[in-house]
């Protein structure tokens, strides 16, 4: 799935605000339903970095717990290449609570092509089937 939309609220949005810094790319979102994972993957360029592209990742399992609802859990995250994992180390933590998954999911629309959720934090989220 592809990320179309995004509302984020409250402090997140300040911290999007890195736009002249940062510009995001693609947002993918690919889910094992069998090992109950999901990976969200966001691109990105980094300018005044002779536009060095990166790539953020991040890992989580996830548990139904009704049938329009999951809970989230935090495994892993990763930033590549190593050089922007140097470059953001003093605030790996400001980019992780970005994009932390923790927390709850409700799928409040979905279709073959289209979901559209919200999380415990007042975010929704708009995605799109990729082509294969």
Excluded at 37 to 58: D, H, I, K, P, R
Aim: with cysteine.
């Amino acid at each position: 799935m592809e990320l179309q939309m995004s509302v984020l609220q409250g402090v997140k949005k300040t911290k999007l605000g890195l736009r002249e810094f940062i510009r995001l790319g693609d947002f993918q979102q690919q889910i094992d339903i069998d090992r109950k994972l999901a990976l969200n993957v966001v691109q990105f360029n980094v300018a005044g970095l002779g536009a060095l592209s990166g790539c953020f990742t991040v890992k989580a399992s996830y548990e139904p717990v009704s049938d329009s609802r999951v809970d989230i859990k935090f495994i892993e995250s990763t930033l590549v290449p190593d050089q922007l994992q140097q470059l953001f180390k003093q605030n790996y933590d400001l980019l992780l609570s970005i994009f932390n998954p923790e927390g709850w999911l409700e799928i409040t629309y979905v279709d073959e092509e289209l979901r559209v959720g919200r999380d415990d934090k007042g975010n929704i989220f708009v995605l799109e089937r990729a082509r294969r």
